[in-house]
């Protein structure tokens, strides 16, 4: 089944692998794509839908050094060149759209100020990656350290940032992406849906029907520039990312399932815990979603071949994001296909640096 066809939108897909968000940190200055960027994802063209890594959708929404924007023109330029390196190469490209709020670091921040969040709640142990001497990401050094404390984001400023989402969004088409995904995993928005991450007391708080309020507006605010059919969320309903934690987690996220559904997005993206000795998501949550959500399901977490196929033949799911082995296999549908070993790859030079451990790997001979 992962490779037969399948429909997103009005997109066509050549099979269901997907290549998910994954962070590589190699922006230029200003967080400028690139075209050693533009050839990395052209390499991984013949998944059926590439997911770009996560894309502050203005610097208070940076979290780490190095991440691409898509707030400035040249930023718009420099992700051109990458949506038509993957179009010529018949691919197909969303951008996943993300604001960190309180993952981040004054350093990062405009002016040096704190980071935002929904509440003035610091995530003990949550770090983030910053440049401090300036040697940009070609040296691929810098240091990881605790976010700084944020502050509450005022009901204006919310406002502001919905409008920063819908400019993005803008910018993304402009720039010739096929559609976009809301970040809704374990960054901002997630800090407004958990309930121990939000102690708001305003519309924003408190109620869970409060809590997805900005979820929601977001949501709407992009799907009113780029059309239900361009739009995609991301989830990860029963894990702690980030420190975000919830009281009731599977009544939470069914309960903006159930609203994503009223929206009608073209698909969900559910990010399933994948470190060691994580907690295994239930096939009766798995069951729930389908029923109450009727778009695409998209899973991603440590699959394999084996596991992506048993997902899709309960109907779990209809798409499977496979995270590391497209780092080190730029053709791994073609490798799933014929049960090919894959490269390993080099943990190394995940964030920052240049061509090598990110456009070097070798493709497989053809059988």
Do not use: C
Request: aromatic share 8%.
């Amino acid at each position: 089944m992962l490779f037969t066809p399948y429909k997103i939108g009005d997109l066509a897909l050549p099979n269901r692998i997907i290549m998910p968000p994954m962070t590589r940190a190699r922006a230029a200055n200003g967080n400028v794509p690139t075209e050693l960027m533009a050839e990395y994802y052209a390499q991984r063209a013949s998944a059926g839908l590439i997911i770009t890594e996560g894309t502050q959708i203005s610097q208070q929404a940076q979290g780490y050094a190095w991440t691409p924007g898509i707030h400035s023109t040249e930023q718009v330029v420099g992700w051109r060149s990458v949506t038509h390196a993957v179009h010529e190469a018949n691919g197909r490209i969303f951008m996943q759209l993300q604001h960190v709020g309180r993952v981040s670091h004054f350093s990062l921040q405009p002016n040096g100020g704190a980071p935002v969040s929904s509440s003035p709640l610091v995530a003990k142990g949550v770090k983030v990656f910053i440049d401090p001497e300036n040697k940009g990401p070609q040296e691929g050094i810098g240091e990881m350290v605790q976010h700084s404390e944020p502050r509450a984001l005022s009901e204006v400023e919310i406002v502001q940032v919905i409008q920063d989402f819908a400019s993005a969004t803008r910018n993304a088409l402009e720039a010739g992406f096929d559609g976009v995904e809301i970040h809704a995993a374990s960054y901002l928005i997630n800090q407004f849906i958990d309930s121990q991450e939000n102690t708001r007391t305003d519309k924003y708080g408190g109620s869970l029907s409060n809590r997805l309020r900005f979820l929601r507006e977001v949501v709407e605010a992009v799907v009113g520039v780029a059309g239900r059919k361009r739009v995609g969320v991301r989830l990860a309903p029963l894990t702690t990312l980030q420190g975000a934690v919830d009281d009731t987690p599977q009544a939470t996220y069914l309960a903006a399932a159930n609203m994503l559904d009223d929206i009608s997005v073209t698909y969900i993206h559910i990010a399933e815990a994948d470190w060691e000795d994580a907690p295994k998501m239930p096939a009766t949550f798995k069951e729930a979603m389908r029923m109450i959500y009727h778009g695409t399901l998209i899973y991603s977490g440590k699959y394999t071949k084996e596991r992506a196929e048993v997902a899709l033949r309960h109907n779990w799911a209809d798409l499977i994001g496979f995270g590391r082995p497209f780092v080190a296999n730029p053709d791994l549908p073609e490798r799933l296909r014929y049960n090919s070993l894959l490269n390993e790859p080099n943990t190394d030079q995940f964030f920052g640096g240049g061509a090598k451990g990110y456009t070097d790997y070798p493709k497989q001979s053809k059988p």
